[in-house]
């Protein structure tokens, strides 16, 4: 039995599907989970934080616009290895913590029953709902296509980060690097442009890409990623998949399915491991 | 000169008029102004809190709510007397964060400079622009209208939390307790119902009365709010001062002006003295 | 309405009536007290810790000695008053916590029910049961009779605190001052001793006198207490009140009732307002 | 010379052999040993905690269970290497400190030096007093047998973990598994119970299995450990070998030599490397 | 007995007689005295800090400038009054930390004893040594004569501060106020200027004015503080007073004596309360 | 790709060439610098600490003393590597950043540009200026040559640390092993003396050795490395190398450029992942 040395960055967009949900979800968050998390993985995660999803812009829905909060974690090793696979104690997940996330239906009648972690993070997808988002990727972006250098005195950043699910992967990354990556790098509104391969081989995650544009602003998205992006030709991939890529315009990709993401601002909401200090309340 | 120990509470709403400016304005926040606070009043302030505004639920708007966070102070004298005038430093609040929040138009010919903290609250209502809230209570709630013992057991709260300004003070103080104190009591999506007296003599704030009310969620604020208030009279004050209360339907009095508050949950999105470690950024 | 700076310390002696309720204690304690306090308190009070108790030395049982831990708080203000009457939200205190306690009987017939904090703090003596020891005191101690100047490079301290509540209180504090304190001044055991009086208009706590007195260690105490303490006279105001006094030796009071204490260490096991991270559980 | 990932986490069982030196002996463990440990193996060490020693339930001295507290590591690498062996200072273990744990003999003719970490790691045992315990085991469990998925939720736990030296391993593993393991598992009183293996080759640890078992407290811990095993065999391994397994009862191993462990609650009384503030003392 | 409100800066400015004690007088400042401060002063201090003092400029010597560093307290009330005598433990100070701060004199006779706190802060001056310097002011500055609002923004600042003692109140203050302050005020290089009195009712401190004025750098304080004064005519006062203010040149005052201060950076070397967490050493 | 892990402790040593920038530099370091490297590298160090440097000693010029601060950290990886080139944001490394810590000339014809963080590191030496040294190590000591043992108790200690580029790497290290470490092994004021090798496969770092010893304090290094050295013979690879080693006396090497070093205590300012709170100024 073998413990492997590998860091890895890992990604979840948790999205709240109703008004109503949001102050309860966030109080799962961090009244339970926050400390049922760090009780678990403090001895091999070395950063955990939660960054609050901004509110999504106009036509933000069509790009699968997550929005409660992107949960990341740096880890050591990969948890889902079978040594690694006992634990002291479970999490709590009860399974209405789906609901509102859009993983399962948003019903009433759904059994009360605390999941365990693998089963809430596979949830979604199959059931005909949104899958739930847990992507790896390297502890450092792998491609930098524009804007490296940047600085915090260059001033505050809209990031838009998302990941995609191409119907034909080979297809898909060709159009991305052949016509996807220089539209972006040519616009103007553009700051900085990142991106990664997802790893496929810790939690099975279905997404083949990790991207991130900074631009100063959600006018600027909509310059870039809505108006700009309206003559781009559906591509032959996309016209191949209706199913995937049902959109005529950009993204093309089906929204929440093959394109989730969420827009970001520069700084952590909370960074747990350094700063939480247990679930407190306004008098 | 003599320093005289005056526990308060006080309440800053914070708006964001535009999405442009969120991440900007949480970046001056964090960024800029967290650190020349602490550094200015870390001596007699037990505590300074931000909460982040939840979106504004339909209808919301009528009811002056503010977009992006409740400002929090607990202090231990009053900032404002003679001897504690003279600063070591100045705080950094150009004009164009007051931009952001509304309190001077949103036009790009502003002038650029920085305001000194006191110019910079009382920005606003003088000059046709919503005023700065900067509204200090007493440092517990002075009336329990409902719901005293509730626990954070009995679940996550959505709380409504606004100040109101009376045209005329006694009038609307005795409609406050003849009519809407009843009212609010009654309904039974009211979790819990506390309020204070505004303090005239710290800032020369304006407003009369901290309110705050806990509901389930948005949902259940709309029953009560909005639905169940449709037949409720105009009051006679308000009818009196169509200015100031120009409302036909509750709340009445004129929005952002007379009526400011802000919807917020349980938590605090940073408790600054205990847990801010600078500005950080994601990687 | 007013609030009045008056800076006090308090100190609570919390029993463990049987070690089947020891752990359980402890979890209310931590994860639902601790948060609980921080978020009531955290504006005016300056300092929250808690110290284990160490194990109860032999005959300890005769001196009132509880088993779980002594609570501390230093207050800036009395929150007792009026003015603080009313708090946002309830503290959690289900009955069954005072039986862990030994504040309410030992059986499982209980009602369960969640007491308020006064409710609480006012259990037990009245009850039958001993009495719930919330004793409020000057910041600084009053009483130096031994021992002063002496610094942690002397050696770790077996502390001994506890409250005295005298039948007849001028009779007791003169026998305290003419019997007790020279006699105790004069052991070669007692490494420190210091006492204060104990305020009654707090919380109407009846004990009057807070001691500490510092041994090498167990042994020490027993020496001085116990053995040497042998022959010491019943006082007269002890032979006149059986029921407060029923002991043949010193102490003489009721065990429990007239005196309560604990044995503790230098060192808080929790200084909550600095320490306190969240419940987080052992893997 | 390389250094090897290898993550692991060690327990250490202190005992304190006499009340008159716990105090000193937490004052030697909190305000000496916490900052050379500290100073010493923050860049490799992820988590470093304190459990208390819960009271030792009746007959539990019978089970090798120590007194004072469980030193918990997560270790990123083996110190034991000889690329780890040159430490810019020494760590302060004064041949004391083993006395009031029972390494050495308790008595007062021990010579006052210095012991490096190694040389008091080593003691005991081999002098003919108990061992020190060191036992360094995978960072997860390896083996779960009852009760996973059991949450916080479902209560507080009373821990019960030890670690087993057999006198001959592979007839001790075999009854292990075909006896221990069925019994406790088939007992009500046990809600969780998990174990791994002890490597042999980081500080030559003699034990061979670490064993961890939950029950909701002391009560029906004796239920299950003593009076349902009162028939249990002695099995023929322990016969076989009277020095090291001379109880005619089960744990038949004997105690504090080959069977060594701690009463313990779910809590950390000290999670060093976040919560360690120096040595504070109660005024 | 009633304990005051009132909320006092202190400054303490700390020497170093001799390169040869400075990691000495560190290690006790950091690994004695904070925890011993701590401990004693945590529920009435909301602020404890250390500044290091900046090498010492051309000339500086003869403005009293003393080389180890600035401490500074914010307290809640006088601790000098008889309700705030009694401690339960002493400080840490033996005399030999006197010597290294040139508070005794720099002999290997000096008997070896420790001091309590008020012997430590009343000795120097008496003796023939310069005097411990321990000066109360208000919270806040008093008097500000230039650079009101200067921000973090406006660069780092030279910080020179210090206390002046003069040989007639009277005719010093006029003479601060008609020929210091205008000077100061005219010099292009003074970027800030404030200034308060000091508390003579607290610790007797003899020392009648604080002032601290901020310059870009060393070169610029010498410009207006020794080359801008070099015609700065002798005041009668100081003609008058030749043991208290022997110099030709400005200051005039004695150095060490009757002016006693510090170059100082912006930013504290320690913020004790909120960062301290033990004395650690390098590795 | 593969991350390596590669736990190693790297050096850096900043210098301060004219006290008019001691205060900007500093405002640097902890005002921009920390919270851009804590916010890239947080992942993947584990300790990243600032240690002062002690004012240089007579004659410390000549050993290539460093006036500012040692800046430590112990990295899990080497970030040199291409998998860890992408960086989502740029540090803040202004040119006269460089200037201020002699790395370029000090002159105002500067140009203004922000460097990334690799130019800077590359700067010095090649230019003509003093290299700027960034050093990586094993974790721990390779070589301990004396004093092993010494703890806390035994004294403050006054750390010369430096590190050595021969010209010959061959001849220099055996005249290290077989007359450096000799000498000072045998010397009495060395009470601690340990080194590595540097590598030179992270940075390219052209220096070959880095040592470090512990002495009483400046006068003790004074006697031991300048007068006890006055008659060590200039070595034959010292006499070979004129431009590298063109001091008469010890430590003959090129001072700045050959041997790079400074005096430390043993206590970190600034331990940045745990004590940094953003960048906080003196009221």
Redesign the interface.
Same mark, same amino acid.
């Given at each position: 039995?073998a413990?492997?040395?590998? *860091?890895m960055?890992s990604i979840i967009y948790v999205d709240c599907v109703r008004?109503?949900? !949001?102050?309860?979800l966030?109080?799962w968050l961090?009244?339970i989970h926050?400390?049922?998390s760090?009780?678990?993985f403090? *001895?091999?995660v070395?950063?955990y934080?939660f960054?609050?999803a901004? *509110?999504t812009?106009p036509e933000g829905e069509r790009f699968g616009t997550r929005r409660m909060q992107m949960t990341?974690h740096?880890w050591?090793?990969n948890e889902m290895t079978p040594?690694?696979?006992? @634990? +002291?104690?479970?999490? !709590?997940m009860p399974l209405e913590v789906l609901r509102w996330q859009g993983m399962v239906p948003d019903v009433d009648t759904l059994p009360v029953v @605390?999941l365990?972690g693998d089963a809430a993070r596979s949830s979604g997808g199959d059931n005909g709902m949104p899958p739930f988002v847990f992507a790896h990727v *390297?502890? @450092?972006?792998? %491609?930098?296509y524009k804007g490296?250098?940047?600085?915090?005195?260059d001033?505050?950043?809209? !990031?838009w980060q998302f990941v995609l699910r191409w119907p034909d992967e080979e297809a898909g990354e060709k159009w991305f690097n052949e016509v996807f990556v220089p539209y972006f790098v040519g616009r103007p509104e553009v700051n !900085?442009f990142?991106s990664s391969k997802i790893y496929h081989d810790v939690v099975g995650c279905q997404f083949h890409r990790l991207v %991130?544009m900074w631009f100063?602003?959600?006018?600027e998205w909509y310059a870039a990623a809505v108006e700009g992006t309206k003559d781009m030709p559906k591509p032959q991939w996309a016209v191949d998949a209706p199913e995937e890529a049902p959109q005529a315009q950009f993204p093309f990709l089906k929204s929440n399915f093959n394109i989730v993401g969420m827009f970001?601002?520069?700084?952590? +909401?909370s960074?747990n491991l350094?700063?939480?200090?247990?679930?407190?309340?306004?008098?």
């Open positions: 039995m413990f492997e040395y590998r *860091p960055r008004e109503e949900y !949001r102050h309860r966030q109080h961090y009244a926050v400390p049922d760090i009780s678990k403090a *001895p091999y070395t950063k934080a960054y609050n901004l *509110p812009p990341e740096y050591m090793v040594e690694m696979h006992v @634990n +002291a104690f479970g999490e !709590r @605390n365990d *390297p502890m @450092n972006w792998q %491609e930098d490296a250098g940047r600085t915090v005195d001033g505050p950043n809209y !990031r !900085r990142v %991130e100063d602003g959600p006018e970001l601002s520069d700084m952590a +909401a960074d350094t700063q939480y200090r247990g679930y407190l309340q306004m008098r």
